[in-house]
Every structure is written in structure tokens, then in C-alpha cells.
């Protein structure tokens, strides 16, 4: 082989090379991976089937004394809308408390984005499925909500992120919560009982990192196989709350500002 070829193999190979090394910085480093924002649709795509009960298998059908009642009651809806012409189902749809169901993925978090070294800018998204959620619903307006997340357990692509959060900028050891409650009523739209999906505007009280102020947060909301999902996102401006910039060495900067979001999934209560 001529020293011509080999120098021609020897610089294909080494273009190949770069150009491999370029794709596994891009991939293990560079790529922005994060979970999108919290989206209506999407939250709807993750309900988790339910299982058919023991007891549905057991008995594929009803006995003819629960069916007559069953008849009976149907009788007694039909003649109650016919005389007072609204739909008793729709509204036995959304009236009540509704509070976290189990085994979906609800979750309080955070975006915002850093610009690490080495790496650039990346968009950090953190998430804590540990929370307690209630909304009422009464007389059509939405009367009552009150979301409560535990700040200890936010969880991103970063255990060291996670860990700086405990001590530095959110300090969620000295300020473990952050706590939305609703402040003032609010009308809920006909169309949410019939399953189609909301936007309303939610007034209330943002209380994070000791700080409490007013907020406004726009929610989207529908319901789904008897699952009440909603959505929500809100600008935050972490001099509004007191909240520092944290400090590490591959940290370049960060933005003076960041979202929360929350993906709720409830079911009511008896």
C-alpha cells in the first residue's frame, strides 16, 4: 500500500473519530433531555388503565333485584331533569372535594434555566411527587384549593442539583414546603362536567421559601374516566421570594427567574 493511501485511510479514520466523539458529547453531555412543560393533553395520555375488579369479573351480571333499583333510580333522574330541566349527572360530575388519586403522576416542580461549564446552556427541570392536593367544587364555582409539596424530595437528571437545592437557593431543609391556597371564588365553566377541557384564571397565595405572596395562576383542567387532571404554570422571580442565586464550580450562571408547574390528578370523594 502507498504511503499516499495509507495517510488517506489513516485521515478517514480520524475524521470518523471526531466525528464519533462529537456525537457522544452532543449525547451524554449536551443534548437537553429535560421533561417538557406540563401540557394538558399529555397528562390525559399517562392515565394509567384501571384494572376490572375482582368483584366486575365475578359478576359480568347484575341480579334482577339490582337491576330493578337500578331501573328505579334511572326513573327517578329522568323525571327530576325532566321537571327541573339540568342534567343531575353533569353535576354530580364535578360538585364535591376531590383530592390526589393514587398510582398517577402527580407532581409539584421547577424550570429554569443554567448555563453549566463545559456544557453550556441547559434547561434544569426538577419534580416532587410528594404532595398533598384538595380542590371543592360547590355551586358551580370552584370555592376551595389548597396544594402542598414537599421540596425535599425534587428530584432532576442531577443528584448533585437535587443536593445543592437542600442547602443552597430553595433551602429546602430550612423551608421543606411551598403551598398554594385559593384565595377567592371562581366560576367553573359549564363544558368541564361534559368532559371537555377549561382554562381558568386561580387567585391566591404562594407561599415558598418562607415567603408568602399573591399570585395568579393560570390552570387547565378537564374530566377524564372519572379523573378530575389539571395543569398549571407560573412565572417565578426568585427575588420575589427571598431565593439566592446558588453557587457550585460548574455552575456558570443561572437566570434570575424561573416556573413552577403542577400536574394534578384527582378523584372525588365520597
Known amino acids: 500500500m502507498t504511503r499516499k493511501r495509507l495517510l488517506i485511510g489513516g485521515g478517514v479514520l480520524v475524521v470518523a473519530a471526531i466525528a464519533v466523539a462529537i456525537f457522544l458529547v452532543w449525547w451524554l453531555v449536551i443534548r437537553d433531555d429535560s421533561p417538557p412543560p406540563v401540557n394538558l393533553q399529555e397528562a390525559v395520555s399517562t392515565i394509567e388503565e384501571e384494572e376490572e375488579t375482582p368483584a366486575a369479573a365475578a359478576s359480568p351480571s347484575a341480579s334482577p333485584a339490582a337491576t330493578a333499583i337500578a331501573t328505579e333510580a334511572a326513573a327517578t333522574t329522568a323525571a327530576t331533569e325532566a321537571a327541573t330541566g339540568e342534567s343531575t349527572t353533569d353535576a354530580a360530575g364535578v360538585e364535591g372535594t376531590w383530592t390526589l388519586a393514587e398510582g398517577q403522576e402527580s407532581f409539584v416542580g421547577y424550570r429554569v434555566e443554567e448555563e453549566l461549564a463545559t456544557i453550556g446552556y441547559k434547561e434544569a427541570v426538577g419534580r416532587s411527587p410528594t404532595i398533598e392536593a384538595t380542590i371543592t367544587i360547590a355551586d358551580g364555582q370552584l370555592t376551595g384549593v389548597t396544594v402542598t409539596a414537599d421540596l425535599r424530595d425534587l428530584e432532576s437528571d442531577d443528584s448533585r442539583r437535587d443536593g445543592a437545592l437542600q442547602f443552597q437557593a430553595l433551602e429546602s ?23 371537555e377541557p377549561i382554562s381558568i384564571e386561580a387567585n391566591g ?3 415558598l421559601h418562607g415567603v408568602t405572596k399573591a399570585v395568579v395562576i393560570p390552570i387547565e383542567a378537564v374530566l377524564e374516566d372519572g379523573l378530575l387532571v389539571v395543569v398549571g404554570s407560573i412565572p417565578i422571580l426568585f427575588a420575589d421570594y427571598d431565593i439566592a442565586q446558588p453557587q457550585s464550580p460548574i455552575l456558570v450562571s443561572i437566570e434570575d427567574n424561573g416556573v413552577m408547574e403542577l400536574q394534578l390528578f384527582l378523584v372525588r370523594g365520597p
Open 173 to 195: 431543609q430550612r423551608f421543606p414546603t411551598a403551598t398554594f391556597e385559593l384565595t377567592e371564588p371562581v366560576a367553573v365553566p359549564a363544558g368541564l362536567a361534559a368532559g
Open 205 to 207: 397565595t404562594l407561599t
